[in-house]
């Protein structure tokens, strides 16, 4: 049983920079694909940012290219998310996501889910 928990959320202001870690459990990182995604209150959960299972792709929501950085640390089986320029529309409870396979942006693809940690982003 694969189990991810997520960490490092908080409040800054706009601007400022941010990173998110995800802890994977019960398997090995290095065997699954990883992903960010993000809901604010009153709206879907959207696709952030994805991992492939060996690290050497990576793709990005149009929203936060340039601006936010996946990456994993296979040996610590921890995935991280780094938002630099943060914006307050960058507001919402981020979720780690893993699956079996290629990445995807599509959530329904994702087997595994964290709890999701808070980032709020005040102007």
């Known amino acids: 049983q694969v189990q991810l928990v997520e960490s490092g959320g908080g409040l800054v202001q706009a601007g400022d920079s941010l990173s998110v870690s995800c802890e994977v459990s019960g398997r090995t990182a290095s065997n699954l694909a990883m992903a960010w995604f993000r809901q604010a209150p009153g709206k879907e959960r959207e696709f952030v940012a994805a991992?492939?299972?060996?690290?050497?792709?990576?793709y990005y929501a149009d929203s936060v290219k340039g601006r936010f950085t996946i990456s994993k640390d296979n040996p610590k089986n921890t995935v991280y998310l780094q938002m630099n320029s943060l914006k307050p529309e960058d507001t919402a409870v981020y979720y780690c996501?893993?699956?079996?396979?290629?990445?995807?942006?599509?959530?329904?693809?994702?087997?595994?889910w964290g709890q999701g940690t808070q980032v709020t982003v005040s102007s």
């Open positions: 996501a893993a699956r079996d396979g290629g990445i995807w942006s599509d959530p329904k693809k994702y087997n595994y």
């Open positions: 991992i492939s299972w060996r690290g050497r792709s990576t």
